[in-house]
């Protein structure tokens, strides 16, 4: 069984070492991986623990020790919380009065996106350098395809991965959790096992006997709702899974069922792909009581839109159509769209188009959850190519809005805001 030093990279046999002696031989770290398959394997998936709050911390060591929380105000909800703060039971997404109430001395920190975007993009360099096939999930997560590079870095792509989080500590100060296996799904289930600085391996050999008794709601994607489907079908686990025929779960559960099925024998034929397109771009934010009040509304609007259009920016992207999203308190949700005649990565425009939907559905409140977005995504080249013969300011508003993010590049996010973001 081959192993691997996580620190220092040195390969060795374990089976050399003294009993009960489980130290790198080289240099003496108890940080070691041992699996029969460990150098056989190229698919991984890599997240980094606690990105935004990693970020926080590296940029204010003060901060070091502390529980931390990226989100909203009393009536937002938690972005993400450091592991200090999830010990003491802080989740993402949850209220942040709630968040509070277990956290109290937790120190709360509005998102700086563009402090994030600029450390995803010099991680995003360093996984390009072991392999073309990168395929990014989100700021802070990423599948990679790493078959057939052993030859060109001169070691297998486990040592390559644990290289990969060993630079992005040194050099980034963030670390982050691999997931080694021989599929996209075991991959991504492998790098929730031991967060943070974990490097698990699920091996081919093994794969029936680990799902065998796991429950269901580790397959990505398997909500809350699509659980309690399968719940009320006495599917908890894979192994019953396993006990049904594959025509009776895609007649139960449709195409959901089939892939199940495969899944269910840790089967999952999907090819990471790095030319994987980006489909659309949204922020949503729950609100601590119902509202239906517009000047609430309108104030989480104009900041949604903001976060939308930064992101936009950030990957060079614009969008087509504008998405509006409310959640009433029964939760059954209200989803309006509107197309527009060009792209767009403004906040102006995209929040006086949400701004127009929230406007016809507002009476249908009161709401717990406000949310807008982009879609039909294009190249900025694209963005904002032709006037508004409607709205001659347009074009004025556009202007202005790029000379003030010039200003918070240099100054900071907080050097220009907008009366109606104050709300």
Not at 141 to 154: K, N, V
Not at 327 to 350: C, E, F, G, V, W
Request: glycine share 6%; charged share 30%; net charge positive.
């Amino acid at each position: 069984m081959p192993a691997l030093c996580r620190d220092c990279l040195h390969c060795f046999d374990p089976g050399a070492l003294r009993p009960g002696h489980r130290r790198c031989p080289a240099c003496r770290s108890p940080r070691i991986k041992a699996h029969d398959e460990l150098f056989t394997l190229s698919i991984a998936h890599m997240d980094c623990d606690a990105f935004y709050a990693s970020v926080e911390k590296r940029d204010n060591p003060e901060l070091a020790d502390k529980p931390v929380i990226i989100g909203g105000a009393h009536r937002g909800v938690v972005s993400t919380a450091c592991y200090v703060a999830r010990i003491r039971g802080v989740r993402s997404a949850m209220p942040m009065f709630q968040a509070l109430k277990l956290c109290p001395d937790a120190v709360v920190i509005k998102p700086r996106m563009h402090a994030y975007v600029e450390t995803s993009r010099a991680i995003r360099a360093m996984m390009d350098e072991l392999t073309p096939e990168v395929e990014p999930l989100s700021l802070d997560e990423a599948f990679m395809d790493l078959s057939g590079t052993e030859r060109l870095h001169g070691a297998p792509p486990a040592v390559m991965l644990a290289r990969l989080v060993r630079r992005m500590k040194d050099e980034l100060g963030v670390t982050g959790s691999i997931g080694l296996s021989h599929n996209k799904f075991l991959a991504k289930v492998a790098s929730d096992l031991d967060k943070p600085r974990g490097f698990s391996v699920i091996g081919e050999a093994e794969t029936g006997e680990f799902l065998r008794d796991k429950p269901v709601r580790l397959i990505w994607g398997i909500g809350p709702a699509a659980q309690a489907s399968l719940e009320k079908a006495g599917i908890r686990a894979f192994s019953d899974l396993l006990r049904w025929d594959r025509r009776d779960l895609h007649e139960r559960f449709g195409s959901m069922g089939d892939r199940l099925w495969h899944l269910a024998r840790g089967e999952d034929r999907r090819k990471v792909s790095a030319r994987t397109p980006v489909k659309s771009i949204s922020k949503e934010t729950t609100f601590f009581e119902d509202t239906m009040q517009m000047d609430v509304l309108d104030g989480h609007l104009w900041r949604l839109a903001e976060q939308v259009s930064d992101r936009a920016k950030a990957k060079e992207l614009a969008g087509r159509v504008v998405t509006l999203k409310l959640k009433r308190a029964n939760h059954s949700t209200l989803t309006r769209r509107q197309s527009l005649h060009s792209p767009t990565q403004i906040a102006d425009q995209i929040y006086r188009t949400a701004r127009h939907l929230l406007d016809q559905s507002v009476n249908q409140g009161p709401f717990r959850l406000l949310g807008c977005g982009i879609s039909e995504l294009g190249p900025e080249a694209q963005a904002d190519t032709t006037g508004d013969l409607l709205d001659p300011n347009a074009e004025k508003r556009a202007s202005a809005e790029r000379a003030t993010d010039e200003i918070r590049k240099r100054f900071g996010k907080e050097a220009i805001l907008k009366g109606r973001a104050l709300r």
